[in-house]
Each structure stands twice: as C-alpha cells, then as structure tokens.
C-alpha cells in the first residue's frame, strides 16, 4: 500500500488556532515533515505544533528547502525533497508535511504537493488560518466590508505589486514587510494614504507580537504583515 501525503497548515503562531482535523492527523501520522532551510535549523511551525501534538514517539523528518537565489538551485532542492518523501510514501507511510499559516498563501509545500500526485501518491491538504486573517483579529480590524475590494501582494521586492495594489485597492495586505517599511511609508505619501491607515502586525500569536503604527526605526521580524485601508478607522 501507497502512503498518503497531507500539507498542513499549522496557523499563524497560537498553537490553539491549530486545527481539530489538522490535530487528528498530526496525531496518527507516521511522519511529521518538517520543512527547514539548513539541516538542523529551528523550525517555528514545529514548535507551533509541540504543545498540541504528542512529539515523543513521532518520526519527524527534516525536509531541506534552500532560500537561494538561483531559480535553478531552488528547483534541485525542491526535486530532492520530493524524492525524499515519496521514498517513504512508497514504504506505505503516511507523511503530515507542516507549514506555516495556510497551506495555498506563499507555500513552498504546493510545488510538493503537485510533485507528489503526477507521480502517483494520493494527497491532501488541510487549511489553516492564515497571518493576516490572525492578525486582522488581533488588531480589531476588518480587511474589507460591503464592496470593498482586498488584495495581498509579498514585500515591496516586488514593489511594482505593491505600488499598484496602494494606488488601486481599498485594502491591501503586505506580507513578508519587515524590511519594507520606509519604503512602504513613501508609497503611502505618494498616493494620499494617511499612515494612521496602515497597522503592523508581526508575530501574531508569537512571543514577540508587535501590532502598532508603521515605524520606519523599528526592527521587524520576517514574520511582518501591514494593513493598509483606504481610510483611517
């Protein structure tokens, strides 16, 4: 018998934003997949998932996927992961690969996920909730209401994204902004948009937590999500 792959999203941070199924699964697995850029790094999705999930007994099972900036290394990299997995989907086990926040917003796991079904393994994938959904919460604040429209762009790497989405959207979810700031700041002017418009939220759910006003002289976390809405609230 074929193993079966499910990709887990894990939340943004609270391990009791986990969810029930995402539990029941993590729980009878045979493996946790534990994606990593280096061997050995610390993972914040499994340590999300240690309070809630008996770790004791469970085969977990680093899975390398290196940040570079060559497309081509990057795709290497993905390749070896996928051969490493289905190695053990073809023992029969059954392998819980864990991801932050949701498993369909910025995810390596997709590329896996369809890697793994042409090559004949069954899957599954089971949502979480997302940062910017968490932190949306956690600031109080609605992303959108009536016939506004949202939009979610990455940092202002991708900056024409996020100059267009500024200029054009009622609301607009920067992820991956903890380098952005200034720069976001400066877009903001440009397009009339007050900065008592925009909310930061870093961390959400995690010892560090930040939710504030945009400030150009703070370090941020990689985990930096900002808010911006048309008008003030």
Do not use: W
């Amino acid at each position: 018998m074929k193993g079966k792959l499910y990709g887990i999203g894990v939340g943004p941070g609270d391990p009791e934003l986990l969810t029930l199924k995402a539990k029941r699964i993590l729980d009878a697995a045979d493996i946790i997949a534990v994606p990593v850029k280096e061997a050995g790094e610390m993972s914040t999705a499994l340590e999300i998932i240690r309070p809630v999930v008996d770790l004791e007994h469970k085969s977990l099972m680093e899975v390398i996927f290196r940040m570079a900036k060559d497309r081509e290394e990057r795709k290497k990299c993905r390749a070896a992961a996928c051969e490493q997995l289905t190695a053990e989907l073809s023992r029969g086990k059954s392998i819980a690969m864990i991801t932050l926040g949701d498993v369909s917003v910025y995810s390596t796991y997709m590329y896996v996920n369809q890697y793994v079904a042409e090559h004949g393994f069954e899957t599954e994938i089971i949502p979480g909730i997302p940062s910017f959904c968490s932190g949306a919460a956690a600031a109080r604040l609605p992303l959108m209401e009536g016939n506004e429209s949202l939009v979610i762009v990455p940092s202002v790497r991708a900056e024409q994204q996020v100059e267009e989405a500024i200029a054009h959207y009622d609301n607009v979810v920067i992820m991956k902004a903890g380098g952005s700031i200034g720069r976001i700041l400066e877009l903001m002017k440009k397009y009339d948009r007050a900065e008592s418009c925009a909310t930061v939220i870093s961390c959400v759910g995690m010892k560090d937590e930040y939710i504030g006003s945009l400030d150009p002289e703070r370090t941020y976390s990689y985990f930096t999500t900002v808010i911006i809405k048309r008008e003030k609230r």
